[in-house]
């Protein structure tokens, strides 16, 4: 149950939605599609499911070309961030619905429904409509009537963002364990980094309609291909600062310097661009050989046990994750500190040239 997509691209009135794109995905793999708003996520599961039609290239379902297959006669259940229920049925007989179109029988219905009601907490709910619902269990309805239906294709688009928090994080560890046991390829798109870590499997991440890095899900974070990708797989997005390579010696920004060791030592001389995540960014010096860059303290976000620092390097906006809640003063100096080994070197086009230290080493 393979499903490839073979050079697809999505015109729309003029406007590229989805550049050319090669993506094979396996039966029984949990593959996350990664970037933000109006990136393509859902644009790319359209197509996989049927309900578009690319303007060029092709979509391969185990050796079979579909593009043209109306998604009625596809192996496909979808799930949308906008939970779609049949209002004048009961809970019980939406979860059961798809089993009844494929003729299971009364017992084979009936087990299946209380198997996926019993995952997502609905045993108590199955008599009543969904409009008697909360928002979040009317999402569980819709979730549990996708699962029921076995299909070999499951598209998941954003369907947790809904769920109170408790819920979310108990259904991101029971979903990659349900594609486990099905065996059924499932596609899970979602704006937030830290979801597709935990979901695990593979990792598309997508920018402005192109696919720019496709692999196992650590892999991505750890190496991302490009800037665009480091970007896009952290949130807030990398932190970036114009460095240069003289000898033995990086120049970062203005003064700052650290010896070019380890896989650096034989990179060429010129210019390069530093990329950082966030939560590399310290308040104090921890490491012997961390560097001190002097920025402006913009704004603070404070998340309890976290603050959100935005700083202003000499015309650069970066974003700091520091542990704790910090008394800062607003527009005043503020020395932060960067480890060495977490900074990922690129050259002046964006492309990788040595990830950072500590995930090479990872």
Not at 173 to 181: A, C, D, L, Y
Not at 185 to 200: K, Q
Not at 267 to 281: C, E, Q, S, T
Not at 295 to 303: D, Y
Request: with cysteine; proline share 6%.
């Amino acid at each position: 149950m393979t499903l490839a997509l073979e050079r697809v691209t999505k015109v729309v009135s003029g406007q590229t939605h989805i550049y050319e794109t090669d993506l094979v995905l396996q039966p029984g793999t949990m593959n996350v599609l990664l970037g933000p708003t109006l990136s393509g996520k859902t644009s790319l599961m359209r197509l996989m499911a049927g309900l578009d039609v690319p303007t060029s290239g092709r979509i391969m379902w185990n050796g079979q070309d579909v593009t043209g297959m109306r998604v009625q006669d596809r192996q496909v259940a979808m799930v949308y961030q906008q939970f779609i229920n049949y209002p004048s049925m009961t809970v019980y007989d939406n979860i059961a619905s798809p089993l009844k179109l494929m003729g299971k029988t009364s017992a084979e219905i009936d087990a299946a429904v209380n198997q996926a009601a019993d995952l997502m907490k609905l045993t108590p709910m199955l008599q009543r409509k969904p409009l008697e619902l909360s928002g979040g269990q009317q999402q569980r309805c819709a979730l549990a009537r996708a699962l029921v239906k076995n299909a070999g294709l499951v598209l998941l688009d954003e369907p947790l963002a809904n769920l109170d928090y408790k819920l979310r994080e108990e259904l991101r560890i029971e979903i990659p364990k349900i594609f486990e046991e099905s065996g059924s390829i499932f596609v899970y798109a979602t704006t937030e980094p830290e979801e597709a870590l935990l979901l695990g499997g593979n990792c598309a991440t997508l920018w402005e309609g192109r696919v720019t890095q496709f692999g196992l899900t650590p892999s991505v974070y750890r190496q991302p291909v490009d800037a665009t990708t480091a970007r896009v797989f952290s949130d807030p997005p990398m932190n970036f600062l114009q460095i240069s390579k003289t000898g033995h010696v990086l120049m970062f920004g203005k003064g700052q310097k650290t010896p070019a060791t380890g896989a650096l030592a034989n990179l060429p001389d010129g210019r390069y661009i530093a990329g950082f995540r966030p939560n590399h960014v310290e308040i104090g010096k921890h490491t012997a050989d961390a560097m001190k860059f002097t920025t402006n303290l913009v704004v603070t976000e404070l998340t309890g046990s976290e603050t959100f620092v935005h700083l202003d390097h000499h015309g650069e906006r970066w974003v700091g994750l520091v542990h704790g809640v910090h008394n800062l003063t607003l527009g005043a100096p503020l020395d932060v500190y960067l480890d060495p080994s977490h900074v990922y070197i690129f050259g002046e086009d964006g492309k990788l040239v040595a990830p950072a230290a500590y995930a090479a080493a990872a």
